[in-house]
């Protein structure tokens, strides 16, 4: 098991680009998932496999991995993006801490 | 339409025991892999353990070993979370989650349930 880490908050401009990251020790080959987590509700999945978006998530929402650290990147982040976001490893279940996207 | 529906969230004194329900439907629950996420309350996202599609294998976090069992039943689409010995550092929302191990993730979670450990 190990750790993913996220910074604890990220802040964008409406209409701008958010990027949070998740690094862990040693990502290797593991899966990222990216969950939105909204004030009242349960996360829903936003990206799999890195950079597969399920059925019903706009094209804004996107994934990446380079090296350590696995990236979701909102372009035209909206109003209604802002949430809590939550990446996870397969390997161990384990999930980073989170990260609170505040739309400014 | 997919839907996950938990019940059987309540206030329990520490050293008690709870039972935990997850009624599924809109897919074909005996096929796939079933989780239990909890969060606790202004906190992340913990995985709590999971169970295969015949039940016969479970794993769980090393901090509920030997105090929580899980276990479902196809005939009825439900999962079951049975929490025994409680702590209050177990009261969280507890969300019952579809595992797609080929894609890795959690697909679908329920809206989850709140257990309160507390005297």
């Known amino acids: 098991s190990y750790e993913l880490t996220q910074p604890p908050s990220v802040s964008v401009s409406p209409g701008q680009t958010a990027t949070i990251t998740c690094s862990a020790h040693k990502l290797g080959n593991k899966y990222i998932s990216w969950y939105q987590q909204k004030p009242g509700q349960s996360p829903v999945l936003v990206i799999y496999q890195h950079n597969s978006r399920p059925s019903g998530i706009p094209e804004r929402f996107s994934g990446s991995k380079s090296g350590n650290t696995a990236t979701l990147t909102i372009s035209g982040t909206q109003a209604m993006d802002e949430a809590d976001y939550y990446c996870q490893a397969w390997d161990g279940k384990v999930f980073g801490g989170g990260t609170k996207l505040t739309v400014l | 339409e997919v839907q996950l529906v938990e019940s059987g969230g309540d206030l329990v004194q520490p050293g008690g025991s709870l039972r935990l329900s997850c009624a599924a439907s809109g897919f074909t629950f005996s096929t796939y892999w079933m989780t239990w996420v909890r969060q606790a309350p202004g906190k992340g996202l913990e995985w709590v353990a999971n169970i295969n599609q015949d039940g016969s294998e479970k794993y769980f976090v090393d901090s509920v070993k030997g105090r929580f069992t899980i276990s479902r039943d196809n005939a009825k689409n439900s999962l079951y979370l049975q929490m025994n010995s409680l702590r209050a550092e177990d009261t969280a929302v507890y969300y019952c989650?579809?595992?797609?191990?080929?894609?890795?993730?959690?697909?679908?979670w329920g809206q989850g349930n709140l257990v309160t450990v507390s005297s």
């Open positions: 989650a579809t595992e797609r191990g080929d894609y890795e993730t959690f697909e679908y």
